[in-house]
């Protein structure tokens, strides 16, 4: 029986890891400095999307200046965010969890930044924004 969109968000829980993040665009010839900064960041979290014309990093932002230096023609964003993970194991085939935590989320007027794991997704939302963001998915979740 594949796994419905109601079934996972029963079963979630919505934690944050009180960690601060950083979003970091490269150039996508840097892609080998910046997955030599992913293995040596040593945190719970951090991520990083190759496509054909950049390199994106969520790094914690207390490490950011620790590999600026490494990181040729490196943007940084302003904005620091905070990591929300919807810890539930999801099946592959599960399909709707997202839209509703979009939705949700837009709702309230609270943009966010989606980050699928293998079986969880992450949701990084602005650092004023997170208490709130975790108040509404808790919200939706006690809706059913």
């Known amino acids: 029986m594949t796994q ?61 200046e620790n590999f600026r230096a490494r990181l040729p023609d ?21 399909t709707g969890l997202v839209a509703a935590v979009s939705a949700a989320l837009a709702d309230a007027g609270i943009p966010l930044l989606p980050f699928a794991s293998f079986s969880r997704d992450h949701l990084l939302v602005m650092a004023e924004h997170a208490d709130e963001a975790l108040a509404v998915l808790r919200g939706l979740q006690r809706q059913g």
């Open 4 to 64: 419905t969109a109601s079934q996972a968000l029963a079963a979630a829980t919505f934690k944050s890891d009180g960690v601060t993040y950083r979003l970091l665009r490269l150039p996508s010839n840097a892609i080998t400095a910046a997955a030599g900064v992913v293995a040596e960041i040593g945190e719970p979290f951090c991520a990083m999307v190759v496509d054909s014309r950049e390199v994106s990093l969520i790094l914690p932002a207390a490490a950011v």
């Open 74 to 94: 490196v943007d940084v964003a302003d904005e620091i965010c905070k990591l929300i993970t919807i810890n539930v194991v999801m099946e592959p085939e599960l």
